[in-house]
């Protein structure tokens, strides 16, 4: 399995791509690339609401630092959580709420707005939200 790549380099990659079976294609290679989930959180307690596939997302703090683990059981979903760990994991709290005051700006700019499904991009959104509920939380103490 290969690292998931940063998000400057999936954004640049995103650029280069042409048509949306590219990226579309891309998004699934990415998610490939995601650290195996926890078996053990594959649980109710670490699904995330708001979206139409499974998604779990586990998580624990280093000081201020998210670590998560997030998987899916569908491929797509899979390249969009991709996305979303290469822009939050590993990132202090008060980076998180910073980057994720709208997330609608870096789904436009990836080209995904017009080429997913609007489950799809719910299920996206409320990813990113429980990661900045997550920090606000941590950031309150």
Known sequence: MSQLPDFTTIRDTFALLGDWEEKYAFLIDIGRMLPPYPEDMRDEAHKVPGCTSQVWMAHRWDGDTLHMD??????????????????????????????????APVFAELGLEGNLSPNRRNGFFAVASRVRQLAGANLQG
């Open 70 to 103: 997030v998987d899916s059981d569908a491929h797509l979903v899979k390249g969009l959580l991709a996305v979303l760990m290469a822009m939050y994991n590993d990132k202090p709290a008060a980076e998180i709420i910073a980057l994720s005051a709208d997330p």
